[in-house]
């Protein structure tokens, strides 16, 4: 694996941690990652969003925003120990959604 792809890795894992939390910035970087996963059924992420969060969320946004585009995948299809990840995710901010 590359450095590059080690930070956007590193930067992934960090915003999934948050986006498990129960903050506010927790619901936006949720929302964030969801529109990723599914945006017709799990949403779509404003932009203004951004204005809320501190500056190094914004940053590893940033890192897997690029990421996303680069790699032409869903989580689970980039990796699937992401799958269950984003599920939690999923439970927690879009339950009726829920399997």
């Known amino acids: 694996m590359t450095a590059k792809q080690d930070s956007e890795r590193a930067a992934l894992a960090r915003l999934i941690k948050i986006a498990k939390g129960d903050t506010g910035q927790s619901r936006r970087v949720a929302d964030f990652l969801l529109a990723w996963w599914n945006a017709g059924s799990c949403g779509s992420f404003d932009l203004t ?5 501190d500056r190094a969320i914004v940053e590893d946004m940033t890192v897997v925003f690029g990421l996303i585009g680069q790699a032409g995948n869903y989580p689970d299809q980039l990796d699937p120990a992401l799958g269950p990840e984003f599920a939690a995710i999923i439970a927690q901010w879009r ?3 829920a399997d």
């Open 49 to 53: 969003s951004l204005w809320a969060l």
């Open 95 to 97: 339950p009726a959604l």
